[in-house]
């Protein structure tokens, strides 16, 4: 079963392919799938912004289409960057940059003050018009300095205690086990499944 998800992140892509392994669910990117639609993601919320990209891709195909909104919610920041994670100083601006950036703002910052969470809200939009949405959450703190090159985006700099490393110092298989992606696509896969039973 080929489903399209609402994509152009193809570090998104590769870890949901890794979970789907094994299983006959394949996904494919807006490019891989040949759609071109002009998203605006104007959404205040990861639940907004993920219903309005897979509602886009399955009014433009008529088919069945996921989306996944994610991003990095620090609460010493007040929730930044949160939705705006991709377009936080810029969508071209690098990771390293962004990420050197966060930890000056937090330079101050105690151990208890560092608090910060992993977000992702996936939708299903259906053929029928209606749309379903499943999240997932992962806590950890930011870290002091950058480490690890796993992962992707926010993962050198975010901070997990109870394995002592990065998200980015974690294999695919661990990140993917306890990841806030890795937690909604299984909700989502569940749902996909029982459709189609
Ligand atoms: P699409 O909308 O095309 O899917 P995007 O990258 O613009 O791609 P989002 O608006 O959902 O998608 O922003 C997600 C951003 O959140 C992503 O670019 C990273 O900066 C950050 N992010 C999300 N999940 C992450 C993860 O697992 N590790 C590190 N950073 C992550």
Redesign the pocket.
């Known amino acids: 079963m080929k489903i399209i998800?609402?994509?152009?992140?193809m570090?998104?892509v590769r870890?949901i392919r890794q979970m789907l392994e094994g299983t006959d669910l394949e996904i494919l990117s807006?490019k891989e799938a040949g759609i071109r639609v002009g998203?605006e993601?104007t959404g205040t919320s990861?639940d907004e912004?993920?219903a309005i990209?897979a509602e886009a891709v399955r009014d433009a195909t008529g088919q069945l289409a996921i989306?996944?909104?994610?991003?990095?919610v620090i609460d010493y920041l007040d929730g930044a960057?949160g939705?705006y994670?991709?377009?936080?100083m810029g969508?071209d601006t690098s990771?390293t940059v962004?990420n050197q950036a966060i930890l000056d703002q937090l330079k101050e910052a105690a151990p208890e003050q560092r608090s910060a969470r992993?977000v992702?809200s996936m939708a299903i939009a259906w053929p029928d018009g209606h749309t379903d949405l499943y999240q997932g959450f992962m806590e950890g703190r930011i870290a002091y300095e950058i480490a690890g090159e796993g992962?992707?985006?926010?993962?050198p700099i975010?901070y997990l205690p109870e394995y002592g490393c990065t998200?980015a110092q974690l294999s695919p298989q661990e990140?993917n086990a306890i990841?806030?992606?890795g937690k909604a696509l299984r909700q989502v896969v569940e749902v996909l499944k029982q459709h189609r039973e």
Do not use: Q, V, W
């Open positions: 998800m609402a994509t152009s992140n570090d998104k870890e807006l998203i993601e990861f912004n993920a990209k989306a996944d909104d994610s991003g990095l960057p939705i994670s991709s377009r936080y969508e990771y962004k992993f992702c992962g992707f985006g926010y993962d975010f998200s990140k990841s806030h992606r």
